[in-house]
């Protein structure tokens, strides 16, 4: 009998515990507004200036590669300290390899694929007018490419062959990321704020009023009900990274300092700004911590 009282008392005070500790530990929805807000709240690093019109950004390891449209010379900068690493003005985007990226060169119509060391080899040299944004569909082997000249997007497998025209009549394409889930080509129209959605022979405009000079696109995979589309852009004169949705409404991240036009490079929580008119010749590091 003493037993069972003992236990019953142990179990009482067990239970008193448990609620005390529920009514005096704050869940995560009675964490203050200023506190979340501080911790989403986005920061701003420059880690690198000087550089005589920016344009083309790659980011690998926390080392950046940019390269400068004055000097026609791709830079490495590293420890905040900057080395010519070639001869070379490529302008947009690059697609990742083990030993480098591969990249449009807009001014010289050709897409090279350039090494960490600043070796450069020529993978196509047909079928290019203003190269400018590159993508890749890793399942089926083949670069996209956007034509910023002539308004269309090509693809082409790894070895630079099986060219095929995707889309003509585009605003500047700029831009471009393909959707491994739902197959679909995104591609920013440069000139009219616009994102065309290609798959298969069907497209679609999307129009994003209040934006113009959209560049930089990107997916966020990382959430289970949606992805996001990523993109740099311009709002009222200044530099914008955002977050595009299918419906034409979009939602601003961050707004910089930085003049029409501005390049990112997406890698993961950080997004790497440039911009050729900037007069500091700026790299900025923004850290999104909503990520």
Known sequence: MKIFITISVIILVLIAGFIHTQKTTPNNSEV???????????????VAEGIKRPHGIVVDNGVVYVSSEVDKALYKI?????????????THDSVGTR????????????????????????ILKTGLSGPNGITASISNQRYFVTNYNSGSV???????????VLANNLKGPAGVVFDPFSLKLYVAN???????VIRDKEREDIKYEGLKSIESL??????????????????????????????????ILFTSDLPDPVVGYFAGPDVYLVSPNDSQGRVLRVRLYWF
């Open 78 to 90: 590293k420890d905040g300290k900057s080395e010519k690493l070639a001869d070379l003005n490529f």
């Open 190 to 196: 440069f000139l009219n704020g616009s994102v065309s």
């Open 32 to 46: 203050s507004n200023s506190e979340m807000e501080l911790e989403e709240r986005p920061t701003v690093e420059t």
């Open 154 to 164: 090509i693809s082409f497998n790894y070895y630079g062959s099986d060219l095929k």
């Open 218 to 251: 990107t997916f966020d995979h990382r959430y289970n009900d949606r992805n996001r589309l990523l993109a740099t852009a311009v709002k009222e004169g200044k530099g914008v990274i955002v977050e595009l949705k299918e419906d034409g409404t979009y939602e």
């Open 99 to 122: 030993t480098g990226f591969i990249t449009p060169v807009f001014y010289e119509n050709r897409v090279v694929e350039v090494s960490f060391d600043g070796k450069v080899k020529d």
